[in-house]
């Protein structure tokens, strides 16, 4: 089995469940930075980096996205995958990642806000903040909730730089 198998496996697990739980276990979360490690410590690591590219790559995940985390509008979850999806790939790749993962966030907040305001498509606007209607068909709006799976967003711009990114 290819080492990027397990990578893609690893990002496809995380994306499907923050989709659907709006949440990102830690059993997941450390899955996925055991496999990382134990692919660097058996010389599979899929990108080619090393361990200190890898362990940089952990510190840049987790630091710049913990300061999100203390301003309130990112999950716990989202700063943990970050921090593994960075001994993935290291701190070069996560930019470009970074950027792809965003674009996708904020198409997925700014469709959010205009079902809001236009409910030309009620379910789907319910989809987007995967809340349930009320028996009166009004949506109940948590204080904190998190509209954005930001962690699937991530797995899926990790996916794409991996499959079409690193072939220029």
């Known amino acids: 089995m290819r080492p990027e198998f397990v990578l893609l496996l690893w990002l496809a697990l995380i994306a499907v469940h923050d989709f659907r739980r709006r949440i990102v276990p830690n059993w997941l979360v450390l899955s996925g930075a055991v496999a990382a490690l134990a692919q660097l410590a058996l010389g599979f690591q899929p990108v080619g980096i090393?361990?200190?590219?890898?362990?940089?790559?952990?510190?840049?995940?987790?630091?710049?996205?913990?300061?999100?985390?203390?301003?309130?509008?990112?999950?716990?979850?989202?700063?943990?995958?970050?921090?593994?999806?960075?001994?993935?790939?290291?701190?070069?790749?996560?930019?470009?990642?970074?950027?792809?993962?965003?674009?996708?966030?904020?198409?997925?907040?700014?469709?959010?806000?205009?079902?809001?305001?236009?409910?030309?498509?009620?379910?789907?606007?319910?989809?987007?903040?995967?809340?349930?209607?009320?028996?009166?068909?009004?949506?109940?709006?948590?204080?904190r909730a998190r509209f954005v799976p930001y962690a699937a967003y991530l797995s899926l711009a990790t996916a794409v730089w991996l499959i079409w990114g690193r072939q220029r």
Do not use: C, N
């Open 50 to 143: 090393g361990w200190s590219e890898a362990l940089l790559g952990f510190a840049a995940g987790f630091g710049v996205l913990l300061l999100f985390y203390a301003l309130g509008v990112m999950g716990a979850g989202d700063v943990k995958f970050a921090g593994a999806l960075g001994l993935w790939i290291g701190p070069a790749a996560l930019f470009p990642v970074w950027i792809g993962g965003s674009l996708l966030a904020a198409a997925h907040g700014i469709l959010w806000l205009a079902l809001q305001r236009w409910p030309l498509f009620p379910r789907l606007a319910l989809l987007l903040s995967r809340q349930r209607a009320t028996a009166e068909g009004a949506v109940p709006i948590e204080r």
